[in-house]
């Protein structure tokens, strides 16, 4: 089984690709380790894309956790299954700034970022605060469109209890 998961940054993709990892045994790809690993130049979009069409071509079956919408048709021609995180913006936001602080405590709570990753409180962390304040507006549309075409199963999560049940559902298919 191939999966995908997609949405906002503090959606919680992270934490169900790990429930993924754990319960089902599936190899996960965090987008943010491939892209925050490199220096955000257009060579290393060209990596980040090579990165992923190489950890899906080598994996019979995979999770890769992450949005970046450059790179969706890709994965999206490959997946079986959609998991759409649509959580309300102020729990995204309230959970990203949390997460944000907790990181800057304790490294060890964001496994999946690279080690030279660093986040601070500047300008570049308000305009990502305000990314995610607008991706339903601007980036859902988006998905919604590349989904329409998508032959594989969408599931759409909106709080714990869709969690708990499109992890049950996909524990019952694999």
Known sequence: MKILLVGSSGAGKTTFS??????????????????HAD????????????????????????????????????????????????????KALWRVIRRSLSFRKNRASRPEMPAAFSERFDKDYLDFLKFIWHF???????????????SGQVYIVKNQADCQQVLA?????K
């Open 169 to 173: 559902q996909l524990k019952l298919t």
């Open 136 to 150: 339903p507006k601007k980036n859902n549309p988006q998905i919604q469109e590349k989904l329409a075409d998508f």
């Open 39 to 90: 220096d955000y130049s257009d060579e290393a979009a060209q990596r980040f894309t090579q990165n992923i069409k190489t950890f899906m071509s080598q994996q019979e079956d995979w999770v890769i956790d992450g949005n970046y919408n450059g790179s969706l048709d890709l994965r999206l021609a490959e997946a079986d299954v959609v998991v759409w995180f649509q959580v309300p913006v102020w």
């Open 18 to 35: 790990r429930q993924l990892e754990a319960q089902l045994g599936l190899p996960v790809l965090h987008l943010d380790t491939l892209w």
